[in-house]
């Protein structure tokens, strides 16, 4: 595969990635609407775990990569408390929180605020990982934004963003849209010294023991009553626990280890674009003109912080190596 077909396979890949993200507020909605937000997240990282075990074991036969505790620089307890904090500040917030938000809030608030992930991806990326916004970032970030809003076509009036009844609802997705931030962020930080399998299946396992303990405390009657769960709540778990937490971030998190934080951040934007596209597959709603734009901006958003700024860091190393090869020739 060459130069080019990498770039665009890569580009697709976001595509489906963000296509798969897509059916994460619907499928939430079903769930929770049956169950509550912290049994929900145990049945999901349950199966997540479980669809994403085969594969680790799979890895480690034929890379034996390493294990928790045994990276030369950091001590067994402090690898797994990198863990503990991928999960508690990363995983269990856009689970519980958005879900347990979105209840108590209207959905364009939630819509409107999904806005500032990208945004605090880039920043915290700044933070922890030392990553630097460059023209074209900042352009690909205002294309996004523009594409987002010509499809949405929000009527301002109604959002609700700081009013009373919705404050609390609102605060509560904002937290969860942090968590997605620093899991997306943290998750790269850790592949300094795990691979992207690990990161996943390790985090994920804590996340389940820890909502389980949530589970036992906070919703006890979620141990007893999954019996009465119907078809379109497994099936919505199902969707959350393979595509969305299970294949969706498993990719993305290898993707991590091809581009920046802040160049993947971007394609997030893509999500809002197939929520509009899935709607009018579902609803059999219109496909209007602004839609098609707007969807058209935020892939050339995609396209721009990644294969094109790529290959202006390529054209630039290139041409430092000539330099530096006349020098020496000289």
Not at 246 to 261: D, Q
Request: glycine share 8%; proline share 3%; charged share 15%.
């Amino acid at each position: 595969m060459d130069d080019k077909m990498h770039k665009m396979f890569y580009v697709c890949l976001l595509v489906f990635i963000n296509f798969l993200w897509a059916a994460t507020f619907t499928a939430t909605k079903v769930a929770v609407s049956h169950a509550g937000p912290v049994t929900v997240t145990f049945w999901v990282f349950l199966f997540a775990s479980v669809v994403i075990f085969p594969f680790f074991l799979y890895e480690k036969r034929k890379f034996n990569p390493k294990s928790p505790g045994s990276s030369k620089k950091k001590g067994s307890l402090v690898n797994w408390l990198r863990f503990t904090t991928l999960s508690v500040f990363g995983i269990l917030p856009p689970s519980i929180l958005l879900a347990w938000g979105l209840d108590r809030s209207l959905a364009i608030n939630g819509s409107v605020l999904s806005l500032l992930i990208p945004i605090q991806m880039a920043l915290l990326a700044g933070i922890l990982l030392k990553e630097r916004m460059t023209w074209v970032r900042w352009a690909s970030f205002v294309a996004a934004i523009a594409g987002i809003l010509i499809i949405s076509d929000f009527e301002w009036k109604t959002v609700g963003i700081f009013e009373g009844k919705y404050l609390f609802g609102n605060f509560l997705i904002f937290l969860g849209g942090c968590g997605s931030s620093f899991y997306n962020t943290y998750a790269k930080k850790l592949m300094a010294d795990y691979t992207p399998l690990q990161v996943v299946l390790y985090g994920y396992l804590l996340a389940l023991v820890f909502s389980a303990g949530l589970l036992v405390w906070i919703e006890p009657e979620g141990m007893s009553n999954f019996l009465t769960f119907g078809l379109a709540t497994w099936i919505s778990i199902g969707v959350l626990s393979v595509l969305t937490w299970g294949l969706g971030v498993t990719l993305f998190i290898w993707m991590l280890t091809k581009f920046e934080v802040t160049q993947l951040s971007v394609s997030i934007y893509l999500l809002p674009v197939f929520g509009v596209l899935q709607s009018t597959i579902v609803l059999r709603e219109k496909i209007t003109s602004p839609m098609v734009m707007g969807g058209l901006l935020v892939l050339l958003a995609t396209y721009l912080i990644t294969s094109y700024e790529n290959r202006t860091k390529e054209g630039l190393a290139l041409e430092g190596k000539e330099i530096s090869s006349r020098n020496l020739n000289s």
